[in-house]
């Protein structure tokens, strides 16, 4: 699969970099992906001061260029709801915010049900949408071609509509944030490995690097599937495993457009969104393989 974000770019090329390692932080974040970048973004618009994000290469370079990038504005319940729709809103205004142009396309997403229990499901969905005020419409088989042109909807007994949704460069995302928490006083640290996280009578006291000792009050661990090692080394437990995931990019396809909703089978276990002319392919296996 070819890479979605250009793997020279980093943080240290927008900003300059942050210089030599300090000896104490309030807070280390040990990763810079779209999670550890968020967080420190965050907690500095909260009023945090004193934060140090380290990323052992580059802004971006581990999970977060290759995930799917899909936003979605409604969930399972109101609270996941609220979130996710900020998540949008967010993400619709990051690229002016950042200056780092992540490719945010609002077109929509269209997910398709199968089965009825499945249909019964996207009834409570546009429900939670009603409620939380965010447009969703439930629609007849013969109305998903309107929409997306490419699809043929046998088998097919409904579908869901919901036009705030999008998807984004997920690597680029991520580079904005980092670049807005600098902005706020982040010092964010590129090409530092974090080795040991270091523990005084079973409370977090520091982390040590390839580059030296950093004393702190808290560490927030952000590091993806390499999460699970580097908490395990401080004797706890995350269950986090890498799991074989399979998505693939088309040739060109005629009817491609940047205006085609993110497709959602949810019983067929797949998406497809349109992609430079072509269509991105991504497969949610129900039997992944660790």
């Known amino acids: 699969m070819e890479r979605l974000v250009d793997t020279d770019i980093s943080l240290a090329a927008i900003t300059g970099g942050s210089g030599s390692l300090p000896r104490h932080a309030r807070t280390v974040i040990i990763g810079a992906g779209l999670v550890g970048s968020s967080a420190a973004y965050h907690l500095a618009e909260l009023g945090e001061r004193d934060i140090v994000v380290l990323e052992r290469n580059t802004v971006a370079s581990g999970t977060s260029w290759h995930a799917a990038g899909l ?44 089965t009825e229990g499945r249909l019964d499901e996207f009834r409570y969905t546009a429900a939670l949408a009603r409620q939380a005020g965010i447009p969703a419409e439930l ?6 071609p309107k929409l997306w042109p490419l699809a043929v909807p046998d088998g097919l007994v409904g579908a869901l509509y919901q036009p705030q949704d999008g998807h984004l460069n997920p690597g ?35 982390v040590r690097t390839n580059q030296g000792e950093i004393s702190c009050e808290r560490v927030l661990l952000a590091t993806g599937l390499w999460t699970r090692d580097l908490a395990a080394g401080c004797g706890a437990t995350v269950p986090l495993y890498p799991a074989e995931h399979v998505h693939v990019r088309t040739a060109p396809v005629d009817g491609a457009t940047p205006d085609l909703p993110v497709l959602r089978d949810l019983d067929g276990y797949f998406y497809i969104r349109h992609e430079l002319g072509r269509l991105l392919v991504g497969a949610f296996e129900p039997n992944g393989k660790p």
């Open 71 to 114: 936003t979605s504005s409604i969930r399972s319940t109101p609270a996941l709801t609220e979130l996710a729709a900020y998540g949008t809103r967010f993400y619709g205004a990051l690229g002016a915010k950042s200056g780092v142009d992540v490719s945010f396309n609002q077109c929509g997403s269209l997910l398709l049900a199968r």
């Open 139 to 144: 629609l007849a088989p013969a109305d998903v």
């Open 172 to 206: 680029l995302a991520a580079l904005g944030l980092a670049k807005l928490a600098h902005e706020r006083g982040v010092a964010v640290y590129e090409g530092v490995g974090v080795l040991e996280i270091l523990r005084e009578n079973d409370t977090v006291c520091g």
